[in-house]
């Protein structure tokens, strides 16, 4: 039986031109594109070539203008300092025109770099909305990403300015975040001019002459500035993500593609209409917090929910469903991990019946594999559709999904549903063959990719194209391995590279063992991702120590554990390494990092027939039980 989502996903495969053009309609453009979809440099790509628009103009301006001036659109709830406040479409158009005054102040023009190390407070898109106004290019660098993270990035995109506030709140503790700005700037090799300073009650920054300024005082004295056209190619922002090694991928979005597949997405997938209330328990670091914290939510013309919080411990387990109540949220968008946090101190849902939730009208879940245990114990809970969707910080919307606008699907535990308009998701084995329903393959998706998707990584369009385009000519390499049923349903299961995915959060192994090798007492090093019953996965490291070291281990350990924090951030929530003799190889000298993930799991291994030295494996099986794992192995 055909259903609206079989012919959009049929339409937007047959021909996607006239399937986006449809879509943009929905956008306001200062110059139409002269053609939707360039394929001149295959496998390269551009969307909506020739269109002129602005960005913040479609998430801010126009609605004001179309008379929404007065309803919310950004609501911040923070159950850590108790904090709550809106700011309604003519409020926030006032700030951002503001905060665009205030850049440009600081020498920030259009294509110019703004890099933004901010928590989770309306300043936050503030900031970043100002950029798009001024067609500067945002980068966001998450709060618990440490000064060497933070230096990479400002060395990668040599922004004009940097925008942070004085400090982040973590539960029973704040971050200050001038000291890892002030750290940065001092290590970063390109040298940033202006920072400016959004003073938190909570900690109040000393500001260094001549670099730093302060928000509240430029503000007073900006002169607002109003949207600037842009290319639709032009980029909207940079975002950082892990790759295979310690230096993070820029992730490029472009304007025009980005605001046409996103507020289509608000629509199709998430079923928000405009004057809704959405709310995305995110972080503004991460892909989701721009797309759906930011973006997608203004420029449909909803409200934005802000929290400022955790799922548990602010103040309870409780605490989504007072704000759910509070602001009557339609649907909510977070990660598995919040959800197994809460059934963990919640099992039979005591807090969930204190709260009316009846407004609630979906739950939507990414960033990691949804068990089915915790996605059945969300459907029992909310008695709502519990939406799983899979996407990456490379796609900026969701590959798969239940497209609740378009058509429900009833849902197979354990999978993101089917692929979503405009994508052509298929599995390759290892010969770049497609293989038959239910076989376990690379999950790759055939070229073009659809609008909002990476144009290019920042200043590396070879990496670009050695990272996702190179391996499966004619697709894009998702870095995710998994299989299609014989209904269509995908099923990611694993990732194909050493990327882990802790809490929700992506982390690269590789940049955990090139801060593990500088350790001086280091010779080798591996790690790995263990399984975990609230993160999903958490790291672990193996060190080989070097000949003649012979200082207690335990304290080896904890020095390691304090590199990583300090030159990754405490987001890498690596909290553990064992010292072994050796590790476990290939003739070829690569490192078994899966066979000791198998064991570390306990699930079932063979040894590869190209294993150096089988005698090692035990070795690691002893260490790891010294540590409470692999404890089932051999009994
Ligand atoms: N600034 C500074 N530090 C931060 C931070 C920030 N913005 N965010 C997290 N951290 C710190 C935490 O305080 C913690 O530090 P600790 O080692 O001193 O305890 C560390 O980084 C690890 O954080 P996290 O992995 O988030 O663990 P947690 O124990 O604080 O919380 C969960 C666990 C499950 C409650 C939490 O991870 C969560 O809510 N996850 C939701 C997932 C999510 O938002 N994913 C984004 C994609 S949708
Ligand atoms: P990030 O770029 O941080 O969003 O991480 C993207 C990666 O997270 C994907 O490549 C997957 O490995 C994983 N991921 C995200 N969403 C899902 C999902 N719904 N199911 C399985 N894995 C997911």
Redesign the pocket.
């Known amino acids: 039986m055909t259903n609206p989502y079989d012919i959009a996903h049929r339409a937007s495969l047959a021909d996607p031109e006239a399937f986006w053009a449809e879509a943009a309609r929905d956008i306001d453009w200062t110059k139409p594109a002269d053609k939707v979809l360039d394929g001149s440099n295959a496998p390269l790509y551009r969307w909506f070539v020739g269109g002129e628009l602005n960005t913040c103009y479609n998430a801010v301006d126009r609605h004001v203008e179309r008379g929404r001036g007065d309803q919310a659109a950004v609501i911040y709830d923070s159950p850590i300092t108790g904090a709550k406040s809106s700011l309604t479409y003519a409020q926030l158009q006032d700030q951002v025109a503001r905060f665009a005054g205030v850049l440009k102040s600081q020498g920030v023009d259009k294509g110019d770099r703004v890099i933004l190390y901010m928590?989770?407070i309306p300043e936050a898109v503030i900031a970043m909305l100002a950029c798009a106004r001024l067609g500067a290019v945002h980068s966001v660098v998450?709060?618990?990403?440490a000064p060497h993270e933070l230096a990479t990035r400002i060395d990668d995109a040599t922004p004009k300015a940097l925008v942070c506030a004085s400090c982040?709140l973590?539960?029973g503790?704040i971050?200050k975040y001038k000291p890892n700005i002030d750290a940065a700037i001092e290590h970063a090799k390109h040298k940033i001019g202006s920072v400016v300073v959004f003073q938190r009650e909570q900690e109040v920054a000393a500001l260094i002459d001549g670099r730093d300024v302060d928000w509240a005082t430029e503000m007073a004295k900006a002169e607002p500035q109003p949207c600037t056209p842009v290319a639709a190619t032009d980029p909207l922002y940079i975002l950082y993500t892990s790759g295979t090694t310690g230096q993070p991928k820029g992730v490029v979005r472009d304007n025009g593609g980005h605001a046409v597949a996103l507020n289509w997405t608000m629509k199709t997938l998430y079923d928000i209409a405009p004057g809704e209330v959405f709310w995305?328990?995110?972080?503004v670091?991460?892909?989701?917090?721009h797309s759906y914290i930011c973006y997608a939510p203004l420029l449909r013309g909803a409200t934005t929910l802000m929290f400022e919080g955790?799922?548990?411990?602010t103040p309870d387990a409780g605490t989504f469903w007072r704000v759910i109540q509070e602001h009557d949220v339609k649907a909510l968008?977070?990660?598995p991990?919040?959800f197994?946090?809460i059934r963990r101190e919640d099992p039979n849902g005591d807090f969930v019946k204190k709260y009316d939730l009846s407004g609630l009208r979906a739950l939507f879940l990414?960033?990691?594999r949804s068990d089915p245990e915790t996605l059945k114990w969300a459907e029992e809970q909310l008695k709502v559709p519990v939406v799983d969707h899979w996407w990456q910080t490379e796609t900026g919307w969701a590959i798969c999904g239940n497209p609740l606008g378009l058509h429900q699907f009833p849902v197979k535990h354990g999978s993101p549903t089917k692929a979503m308009p405009g994508w052509d998701v298929q599995i390759l084995d290892e010969e770049k063959k497609p293989v038959g329903p239910g076989q376990i393959g690379a999950l790759v998706c055939k070229l073009p990719l659809p609008p909002g998707t990476l144009p290019t990584l920042w200043n590396a369009e070879q990496r670009f194209r050695s990272a996702y385009l190179d391996e499966y000519p004619g697709y894009y390499k998702t870095g995710d391995a998994g299989f299609i049923d014989d209904d269509g349903y995908v099923y990611v299961m694993t990732r194909t590279d050493d990327v882990i995915n802790?809490?929700?959060?992506r982390l690269s192994t590789g940049a955990m063992e090139e801060v593990l090798a500088m350790h001086p007492d280091v010779a080798e090093c591996a790690v790995i991702g263990v399984a975990d019953e609230?993160?999903g996965q958490t790291p672990l490291g193996f060190v080989c120590l070097k000949a003649g070291v012979d200082r207690p281990e335990a304290d080896i350990v904890k020095e390691l554990v304090k590199l990583v924090?300090d030159e990754i951030?405490?987001?890498?929530?690596f909290?553990q390494a064992v010292v072994v003799k050796r590790l476990p190889k290939t003739r070829s000298g690569k490192i078994l990092r899966g066979t000791m993930q198998k064991i570390a799991d306990n699930q079932d291994f063979k040894a590869p027939a190209t294993i150096d030295d089988p005698d090692i494996l035990p070795e690691i099986e002893e260490a790891l039980e010294g540590i409470g794992l692999a404890k089932n192995r051999n009994k």
């Open positions: 928590p989770m998450f709060g618990g990403f982040g973590e539960p503790r971050v995305a328990a995110s972080d670091g991460w892909v989701v917090g955790k799922p548990v411990g968008f977070t990660a991990t919040a197994r946090a990414a960033g990691e802790v809490a929700g959060h609230l993160k924090r951030g405490p987001v890498a929530a909290k």
